[in-house]
Structures are given as structure tokens and as C-alpha cells.
Antibody, heavy 122, light 110 residues
Framework: EVQLVESGGGLVQPGRSLRLSCAAS????????MHWVRQAPGKGLEWVSG????????GYADSVKGRFTISRDNAKNSLYLQMNSLRAEDTALYYC???????????????WGQGTLVTVSS | QSALTQPPSASGSPGQSVTISCTGT?????????VSWYQQHPGKAPKLMIY???KRPSGVPDRFSGSKSGNTASLTVSGLQAEDEADYYC??????????FGGGTKLTVL
């Protein structure tokens, strides 16, 4: 059974940093792209970032480019999101999502975690 | 403002069919066959219903179907059932912009 478990969310002040983690199990982690997708309270979904199976290709939404960094450790079956210079508009539930293929560019997400809540507020 | 445009709401009676549209541009929906659809029940994570415009993952009922014409993709739910009531989101690859979603459509089963 595929499982994705996010952690690392919490309350953080504007301008500060936070690192999210996603522990994956139940599938061959290094065979698939991985993504972060967020959802602000009561709002729709927003793709944040994607990373290919071997970290060779990475993409970011314009809203986070230059502030967020996605990475993965295939030896640990883990995905990460380093979030710097956080803003109030980054407040959201952050989902870790598995891609269907090795490239992140297809942007399909067939399994999702339950999310970790990030609140940016002073 | 979302990159892809969906109607905020749609409805139908049990057994009927309903179609939800998703309009983009030639830089996303119209430029790639990488359109997907997600179902989200309140308080739950989204679930993939359609990918590559019209393909269904295993376990998704064949009552759900997808199509695309030009810059507009569509999700059709046939034989509506009470459990189909949920929010539905479309998504597309958008080249250098990465992935983009629609604003979501709340489907009500009357």
C-alpha cells in the first residue's frame, strides 16, 4: 500500500524558514517523480514544485521560485521542501504527491499524503 | 485567480450525467495532452480520476470520462451517484510554468 506521510509544518513568522519532509513507502520511490501541492484554507489546489526520479530536473511555480527548494533522498525514500522567506500567502496545507512517471513534467499525481499545515503569521 | 477556468458549481440528479469544463490556453490545456482531473471530498486529500486527458487509473469507475477540444478539457460523470458529490479540479502541464490547476467545481447531487 502506497503511503505518503508529511511532517514539519507549523506556525512560523513572516520571513522565517521551514523545512517539510515526506516519508514514502509501498512503492519503488526512485522510479517516480514527486511533487508538492498546496491548498490555502478554503481555497483551491496550487502546484508548488516537482522533482524527477533522479533529481536531474526540477520545476517551481512562479509564486515560490527563488524562495523554495525541493529535494529528495532516494536512499531514505524521502522528499523535502525547504521554504525560505515565508510570506502570509504561503499559509496552506502542503501535500506530498507521487507522480505517475519519472519526469515531473507530466504533472499527474496518483497518490497524495494527508498534508501538513503551514501557517505564516506574526 | 487560477490559471485554468472552471465553473464554480455544477449539479445533477441521481442517474443523470453532468459535464464540467476546464478552459485554458494554447500554453497549457491546448498545448499538451497532459490534462488530469481530481476529486476531493471535504477534509480529504484529492484523488486522481483522469490523466492524459481521458485515461482512468485502475479503480476509478468508467462512469468518469475525460475529453479535450482545443483549449478546453471536460470531465463527464455519467449515472450520477450520491458519493460523486465533491469538489473537482482540473490540472494541466504548462511548460515553463510547470503545473497549473483550475479553481475547482463543486458538484452537487440533487
Amino acid at each position: 500500500e502506497v503511503q505518503l506521510v508529511e511532517s514539519g509544518g507549523g506556525l512560523v513568522q513572516p520571513g522565517r524558514s521551514l523545512r517539510l519532509s515526506c516519508a514514502a513507502s509501498g512503492f519503488t520511490f526512485d522510479d517516480y517523480a514527486m511533487h508538492w501541492v498546496r491548498q490555502a484554507p478554503g481555497k483551491g489546489l496550487e502546484w508548488v514544485s516537482g522533482i524527477s526520479w533522479n533529481s536531474g530536473s526540477i520545476g517551481y511555480a512562479d509564486s515560490v521560485k527563488g524562495r523554495f527548494t525541493i529535494s529528495r533522498d532516494n536512499a531514505k525514500n524521502s522528499l523535502y521542501l525547504q521554504m525560505n522567506s515565508l510570506r502570509a500567502e504561503d499559509t496552506a496545507l502542503y501535500y506530498c504527491a507521487k507522480g505517475l512517471k519519472r519526469s515531473w513534467a507530466f504533472c499527474y499525481f496518483d497518490y497524495w499524503g494527508q498534508g501538513t499545515l503551514v501557517t505564516v503569521s506574526s | 485567480q487560477s490559471a485554468l477556468t472552471q465553473p464554480p458549481s455544477a449539479s445533477g440528479s441521481p442517474g443523470q450525467s453532468v459535464t464540467i469544463s476546464c478552459t485554458g490556453t494554447s500554453s497549457d490545456v491546448g498545448g499538451y495532452n497532459y490534462v488530469s482531473w481530481y476529486q476531493q471530498h471535504p477534509g480529504k486529500a484529492p484523488k486522481l480520476m483522469i490523466y492524459e486527458v481521458s485515461k482512468r487509473p485502475s479503480g476509478v469507475p468508467d462512469r468518469f470520462s475525460g475529453s479535450k477540444s482545443g483549449n478546453t478539457a471536460s470531465l463527464t460523470v455519467s449515472g450520477l451517484q450520491a458519493e460523486d458529490e465533491a469538489d473537482y479540479y482540473c490540472s494541466s502541464y504548462a511548460g515553463s510554468k510547470g503545473g497549473v490547476f483550475g479553481g475547482g467545481t463543486k458538484l452537487t447531487v440533487l
